[in-house]
């Protein structure tokens, strides 16, 4: 992509797999006002937003990433929408140069109170999580009582017209079964579209060997009653894979244990600490908050030996006795 833009552009980031790295998620809060089962530590949740990175911080890591030639930024947490800054954190991301694809993950919960204000500041896109469609189910799988907020807020999104709304929902075992007809039905006639994905073992999350459900399991629930048709990949790049039901709502996977994109990768994270996390599953991250002065001579060179670091690919999880270590963080720490 050509960049329209005039700041100081330097080589891309490579790592030592020769990946060039476009993607940059930001995790802004270690807050969040859900407690998905499968993100959070079985035992005890803190925050540490002592540490949590500033504005001015953000906006420094937007000028050095766009500099080595990231293209994409999502916004994430713990639940973004808790920042306060939020909106002018959009603001400064989406002026700061058009090419910069901006996309913010969210619970949707407070779509409604802020929905119009992010759009107005520039956002775009956003994706919402929602494991059910089920009250019921989605009290359970959240461990909150906020089901009409967050249903309103993914109504609310689609009157206000943003460009493109997914719906995330984390596949597992003997609970998204009973959920898939529901989610085709409620997204027929919209133009939301349904990712499922693979549940991921990290930290202190709910039983992952348990409950695991795949891809390929969750298509022949669908093919059971739907015809399904795949939908060709845009780039090689693309972290999804994605099916016509029926021929008109669209379904999509994001197989990252039965099918891990890790050779096409092109992500790094920032965590709500302000640490460079180049792989989400490796521990290795590098603190940049003390680096943070675009002109400082060091800091090229720490982020590109940060890269070197980068795994080539994740373990097999599904090997019998994979434990993620008990020392690394949790999803809602790390920024999904
Ligand atoms: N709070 C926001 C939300 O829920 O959308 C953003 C943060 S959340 C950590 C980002 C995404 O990570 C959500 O779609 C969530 O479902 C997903 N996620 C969390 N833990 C996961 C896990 N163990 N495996 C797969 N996805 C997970
Ligand atoms: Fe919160 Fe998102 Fe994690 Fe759920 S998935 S606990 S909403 S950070």
């Not at 079985?42 to 937007?62: F, M, N, P, Q, R």
Request: aromatic share 8%; hydrophobic share 35%.
């Amino acid at each position: 992509m050509s960049d329209t833009c005039t700041h100081i552009l330097r080589k891309p980031l490579t790592d030592s797999f020769e990946r060039e790295i476009r993607s940059l998620r930001i995790s802004i809060t270690e807050k969040c006002n859900l407690r998905c089962r499968y993100c959070m530590p079985e035992d005890s949740y803190e925050h540490h937003s002592k540490d949590v990175i500033t504005l001015e911080e953000i906006k420094l890591l937007v000028e050095v990433f766009h500099s080595f030639g990231i293209n994409k930024i999502r916004l994430t947490g713990g639940e973004p929408t808790l920042r306060p800054d939020l909106t002018e954190i959009v603001r400064f991301i989406s002026n700061y140069c058009p090419n910069i694809e901006l996309n913010m993950t969210t619970n949707g919960v407070l779509l409604e109170k802020f929905g119009i204000d992010l759009l107005n500041a520039g956002l775009k896109r956003i994706n919402i999580s929602i494991d059910a469609i089920d009250p019921v189910e989605f009290q359970y799988i959240t461990q909150r009582n906020q089901y009409q907020k967050m249903m309103n807020g993914i109504l609310f999104a689609l009157q206000l017209g943003f460009e493109s709304i997914k719906l995330n929902v984390v596949a597992i075992k003997d609970f998204t079964e009973r959920q898939i007809p529901k989610f085709i039905k409620f997204i027929e006639g919209t133009n939301l579209e349904v990712r499922f994905i693979e549940l991921m073992p990290f930290s202190g999350n709910l039983n992952f060997q348990d409950k695991f459900l795949s891809k390929n399991e969750i298509l022949q629930v669908i093919e059971q009653t739907h015809a399904l048709t795949p939908i060709q990949k845009d780039n090689l790049s693309q972290t999804f894979t994605m099916y016509y039901v029926d021929g008109k709502v669209k379904i999509g996977f994001i197989p990252s244990v039965t099918d891990s994109f890790c050779k096409n990768c092109d992500r790094v994270r920032i965590t709500a600490d302000g640490n460079l996390r180049p792989c989400l599953h490796s521990s290795n991250e590098i603190n940049l908050t003390n680096l943070l002065n675009p002109l400082d001579p060091e800091l090229e060179g720490h982020i590109r030996e940060a890269l070197r670091k980068k795994w080539k690919e994740h373990p097999d999880f599904r090997i019998a006795n994979y434990r993620p270590p008990l020392s690394d963080r949790a999803m809602i720490l790390i920024g999904g």
